[in-house]
């Protein structure tokens, strides 16, 4: 039996190349060990192999063909991120002008299409500053014309005048024309039009920025004719005849790319604007069929088409439009306006009950936002309450959060005083040093734990080559007991035990990683047990969701029961809204459990992997083999064990090579351990440093926050109360023409009885001239 359970470990032993087949001889079995504790020794005056974790950072063009990827797909916040690397080691001089030039341009264009003009601001003038730079010069005129565009959008005309500073320093045009390009936009902004018509003329047509300059060429034809003197007198199409020929013209001229598409269409655009205006309704119809479909010019196109044609009188195509863009658009700001516009022509058309329907469907949309912002409004008097109100984080749920569609009508309100930028950025902020502030704590958090050396690539290789050379040691020892248990006899005491023990760590001996692919299977699993954490996390999530979302619908049940057909009596439906109330707590305390549930699993898994608790377990069990394999050996040379008696002396000096072996590579770990904990505490003090400055930057966000509470509050305040107004017309129209619909079929049934009463009055006087002619009849025969 005991030849039996011996045969069977040594078959398991076998995966390893030193470890003995089944009944090996005991001479072979001394001999691998010797050999694998030989070679152990021999790769221990060896360095580790650095080159699978030797990071190779991208190169400068590679993050910044990155980054310009990530603006053209719309990913702005990771363009900024990517680009702002490029910038940062341009300042340590790591990163050539050419690359510097390209990421400041880009980052200067991501902070434009987010709408963040004070921070693209700031790069296009750093261009400029740097156009002697010939790497520098062929980004100046976008950058020029960019700066234009930022000073008529942020309404900064003041600007200016370190536009047309500069401007004078560079030469009229350059090779794609931007420069030209971007004098024209400068003097149209100054209402120079006669320069800025000039300054067009030189923008070669077949340039870069040709299809622009012939556009804005035709802007400055349409304000030079509203501003004639004579205009008022002059025919509407005599007057913008010049401009809307322009406009065709750049309309007929070839677009490649995507916005030379969109300029095209706001080309056709500007046609049948004026064409409206001048009253030449076919002709404008005509230029807005013109419109892309994907444009995004074509849900507003569709807007106007059906004015056009409500302004010829043909109230099919009108109701065909705004129906195409009810369904292409149905986030559209002006949808109330179009579902109110298509209404009245189904009314006009006779359709009365598609009419009623669709009045009813408005009101039934936006009465519920106008309570909203009326009672937003009514408990909101404080300007700076306001503020904060609208600066509040979005991830915390309340009953009273305004609905997007009022929030972008407040935008629209407020656009020209900029209000809602400062909201913007003041979010935006926020959620930066949230984010900064979360960085920090899990960067300190991987720091201060054992696994902060994988922190370090080339310490984690030290260690991990330091600790695969102590885990052939340890199966070498395997190997050597498995010899002792090919000898050993029937024993008790203190050599059963300790024989006992060691058995029972012989299969965690078996398992230590020796491999940089044994390794890398280890960091995979324990990744795999995190995920597995967080997918049972994330259904739970679901699960909170969707009790959400009941939560949220029994409260609207119980805000509107009439409308929806609940007939519960008062008392039931407060007993009903206390009972969800209760179960609406629970669920924000389940979801907050979750939120930290969800940030545990984050800071554990960029604390696992290499130097966690396994480690630390296989280094335990690896020490209390060695020990025990030597108490062991001692034993059964010393005579208890009189069948391995000679097999232990003979291994003797081989455990102690061994262990001499393992001493010195414990003292080569305790160095690297020491080197990654005085390179953590050197990071640390760095993110210490940088951590302070978030804190400071966080500082004065609080103090720009205080400044701009109340002036920001007020013309907020005053925007949502335009915003009221016009959701009380939108449901006041809607309610008319709920009116007007009963008032129009009335009168239609009304004619209708009219109608037959008046032919019941024409077939009566028929039957009585028919009879009156039979009686005739008859008394002349008589």
């Given at each position: ?704 926050d205080q400044e701009a509470r109340l002036l920001v509050g007020q013309v907020a305040m005053k925007a949502f109360a335009a915003v009221r107004e016009r ?56």
């Amino acid at each position: 039996m005991r030849r039996l359970a011996t045969s069977a470990l040594a078959l398991g032993f076998a995966v390893a190349s030193y470890a003995a087949p089944a009944f090996a001889d005991a001479d072979a079995i001394r001999g691998r060990a010797d050999m694998a504790i030989r070679a152990v020794e021999a790769d221990a005056t060896k360095g580790p192999d650095t080159s699978r974790f030797r990071y190779v950072p991208p190169t400068p063009a590679q993050r910044v063909a990155a980054g310009d990827l990530l603006l053209r797909t719309g990913d702005y916040d990771r363009a900024i991120e990517t680009l702002s690397k490029v910038l940062e080691l341009y300042r340590r001089g790591e990163v050539p002008d050419s690359a510097c030039a390209d990421a400041t341009f880009l980052i200067a264009e991501a902070y434009f299409q987010s709408n963040q003009y004070q921070s693209a601001r700031r790069h296009y003038r750093e261009i400029f500053d740097k156009s002697a730079n010939p790497e520098f010069q062929s980004y100046a005129g976008r950058s020029i014309s960019r700066l234009v565009d930022i000073a008529l959008r942020t309404n900064d005309l003041g600007s200016l005048d370190y536009v047309f500073a500069r401007l004078n320093t560079l030469p009229v045009t350059d090779a794609n024309g931007s420069l030209a390009y971007a004098r024209a936009k400068a003097n149209y902004a100054r209402h120079s039009f006669n320069d800025a018509t000039n300054a067009v003329l030189a923008v070669p047509p077949t340039s870069e920025y040709g299809l622009e300059a012939q556009y804005l060429l035709g802007v400055i034809l349409t304000k030079q004719a509203l501003l004639e003197q004579n205009a008022a007198n002059a025919p509407a199409l005599r007057r913008f005849g010049p401009a809307i020929d322009q406009f065709r013209r750049v309309a007929r001229m070839p677009a490649t790319t995507q916005p030379q598409k969109h300029v095209v269409d706001l080309a056709w655009m500007a046609v049948g604007r004026l064409c409206y205006e001048a009253e030449a309704y076919p002709e404008a119809a005509e230029a807005y069929s013109h419109v892309s479909r994907q444009s995004p010019e074509f849900s507003m196109m569709l807007h106007e088409l059906a004015w056009v044609y409500v302004r010829v009188g043909d109230f099919q195509r009108a109701q065909r439009a705004l129906e195409v863009l009810s369904i292409a658009d149905p986030n559209n700001l002006d949808i109330a306006d179009g579902s109110l516009l298509r209404a009245d022509l189904l009314l006009r058309s006779g359709e009365f009950d598609k009419a009623l329907t669709l009045y009813r469907s408005v009101r039934g949309r936006f009465d519920p936002i106008r309570d909203q912002v009326d009672h937003f409004i009514q408990t909101t008097v404080d300007p700076a309450s306001y503020y904060d109100r609208l600066t509040a984080d979005p991830e915390v749920q309340t009953d009273d959060k305004l609905p997007p569609l009022a929030l972008a009508w407040a935008r629209e309100q407020a656009e020209d005083q900029n209000v809602f930028s400062v909201i913007d950025d003041v979010n935006r902020s926020r959620d930066l040093v949230k984010q900064s502030r979360r960085l920090a704590s899990r960067l300190n958090g991987v720091l201060a734990v054992p696994t902060r050396a994988k922190a370090f690539p080339e310490i984690r290789a030290g260690l991990e080559h330091t600790i695969s050379l102590t885990n052939k040691l340890g199966k070498a020892r395997l190997s050597l007991a498995q010899g002792i248990d090919e000898k050993a006899g029937d024993v008790s005491g203190e050599l059963a035990s300790v024989r006992q023990e060691r058995r029972l760590l012989q299969k965690r001996i078996l398992g230590l990683p020796v491999t940089s692919a044994e390794f890398a299977e280890r960091d995979d699993a324990g990744v795999r047990q995190w995920n597995t954490v967080s997918q049972s996390l994330q259904q739970l999530t679901i699960e909170a969701d969707k009790l959400r979302a009941m939560v949220n619908a029994l409260k609207r049940v119980l805000k509107q029961p009439e409308n929806l057909g609940v007939t519960a009596d008062a008392a039931t439906r407060e007993r009903f809204r206390l009972e969800i109330d209760a179960n609406e707590r629970d669920l924000e305390g389940y979801e907050q459990r979750i939120a930290h549930y969800r940030e545990a699993i984050e800071n554990g898994r960029v604390q696992s992997g290499f130097g966690d608790q396994r480690y630390i377990d296989d280094d335990a069990a690896r020490r209390r083999f060695r020990d025990l394999l030597n108490r062991e050996t001692a034993l059964c040379a010393a005579g208890q064990d009189a069948d391995a008696a000679e097999f232990a002396r003979s291994i003797q000096p081989i455990l102690a090579r061994a262990d001499a072996i393992d001493l010195r590579l414990e003292g080569n770990r305790v160095e690297l351990e020491r080197q990654a904990s005085a390179q953590a505490e050197v990071l640390r003090a760095k993110i210490g440093e940088e951590l302070a400055t978030v804190e400071t930057r966080a500082a004065a966000l609080d103090q720009v926050d205080q400044e701009a509470r109340l002036l920001v509050g007020q013309v907020a305040m005053k925007a949502f109360a335009a915003v009221r107004e016009r959701l009380k017309g939108i449901v006041l129209r809607a309610d008319v023409g709920i009116v007007q619909e009963a008032w129009e079929e009335r009168e239609e049934q009304a004619l209708r009885v009219r109608q037959l009463q008046r032919e019941r009055a024409h077939e009566e006087q028929t039957l009585n001239d028919e009879l009156r002619e039979v009686l005739e009849d008859a008394e002349e025969e008589q």
